[in-house]
């Protein structure tokens, strides 16, 4: 919010932005739902780590970051959001939202991911976790067949796809967990809506410099 109000002329200190949002505005954060248990399938392979938590790039396409999150709808069911996202820029490459979290989602937002980009030259490192859906024989085999480096973080810990943490942090924050969707649709769209327009081409983003992504990616 203060970078917000800033890029607009207005300049105040967090502290004061944030005492004016509790006392005045009366918003405070939100309790986020228990995170579901997830069953664990049986893993095909395992890859090194390519990053070893340097999440920059030289260009566009050249390592993205990959993962899953839980979403909940109003009566508690739960849904499952597949993201890429380019370290280059940190903008969103890819998003879908659906009812299992198999290797079949993963797949489909990979293949939606590099269906948005030109043709991509050089090694593209996709790095994710070491979960079922990414080192399941589907996966991995998808992966070869359109060139794609993979990269694994170390089991059980999450600092080596940050990034991909923070956006999810992110879109939780500012997005779902502020309405309730009665409805999967409505939950679908409003996260692509988050991500493509909101999260790219509204939200300035530290990493760029407090440029969107959108602004980053074109001045590439």
């Given at each position: ?59 566009p396409n050249q390592k993205w970051c990959t993962d899953f999150t839980y979403l909940f709808l109003k ?9 890429i996202i380019d370290l280059y820029d940190r903008s969103v490459i890819a998003s879908i939202t659906d ?122």
């Amino acid at each position: 919010m203060t970078v917000y109000l800033a890029r607009r002329g207005y300049h105040y200190s967090p502290t004061t932005i944030h005492k004016y949002m509790n006392t005045e505005m009366k918003l405070f954060s939100v309790v986020r739902p228990k995170k579901p248990c997830y069953e664990h399938g049986k893993q095909h392979k395992v890859f090194e780590n390519k990053l070893h938590q340097d999440f920059t790039a030289e260009k566009p396409n050249q390592k993205w970051c990959t993962d899953f999150t839980y979403l909940f709808l109003k009566n508690g069911d739960v849904r499952y959001n597949c993201s890429i996202i380019d370290l280059y820029d940190r903008s969103v490459i890819a998003s879908i939202t659906d009812r299992n979290i198999t290797s079949d989602l993963a797949i489909r937002t990979l293949q939606k991911a590099l269906d948005s980009q030109a043709k991509i030259k050089g090694e593209l490192i996709l790095h994710s976790d070491q979960g079922s859906q990414y080192t399941s024989k589907a996966f991995v085999e998808f992966c070869e067949s359109v060139h794609v480096t993979q990269s694994m973080s170390k089991a059980g810990y999450p600092y080596d796809n940050a990034p991909m943490e923070r956006y999810f942090n992110t879109l939780k924050n500012e997005c779902t967990n502020l309405y309730e969707f009665s409805r999967e649709e409505s939950l679908y769209q409003k996260v692509e809506e988050f991500a493509y327009i909101d999260y790219n081409h509204v939200r300035p983003h530290s990493f760029n410099g407090y440029r969107t992504p959108f602004e980053a990616r074109n001045a590439a």
